[in-house]
């Protein structure tokens, strides 16, 4: 996601919305349906929350950018989007259990 994001910014700064479209998809729910199920069973419902979340704002900004969106209104999008990043992050860490080791 952070690549996503990184590769929002540039396209953003080139005014290229093409690039910010194909660039948003890399942050999307279509990267997220690989998650392993013995993972995704452990994780908690807000957890996944947020991620799905996240994901469907990267397609809506891509949905956005498709449409011609200004650049005002990607990184209005943009700001909205990373404070789902800051408050998983906030809430969540991987920690490795001693029974798992
Ligand atoms: C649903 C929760 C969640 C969301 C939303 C989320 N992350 Fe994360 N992210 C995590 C967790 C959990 C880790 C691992 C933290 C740890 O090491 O304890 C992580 C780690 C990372 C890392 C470090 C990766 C590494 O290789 O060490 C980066 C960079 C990162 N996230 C970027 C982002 C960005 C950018 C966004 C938003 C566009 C985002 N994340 C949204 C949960 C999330």
Redesign the pocket.
């Known amino acids: 996601?952070?690549s996503a994001?990184r590769g929002v910014l540039v396209a953003t700064t080139n005014e290229d919305l093409t690039g910010v479209a194909e660039a948003a998809r890399e942050?999307g729910i279509a990267i997220a349906v690989d998650t392993d199920p013995a993972v995704a069973s452990r994780l908690p419902d807000e957890?996944e929350r947020?991620?799905v979340a996240?994901h469907e704002a990267f397609d809506d900004l891509a949905g956005a950018a498709d449409a011609g969106a200004p650049r005002d209104s990607v990184l209005e999008r943009l700001g909205r989007?990373?404070s789902?990043?800051v408050s998983?992050?906030e809430t969540?860490?991987?920690v490795s259990s001693p029974d798992s080791e």
């Open positions: 996601m952070l994001l942050g957890f947020l991620g996240t989007l990373t789902n990043c998983c992050h969540y860490r991987l």
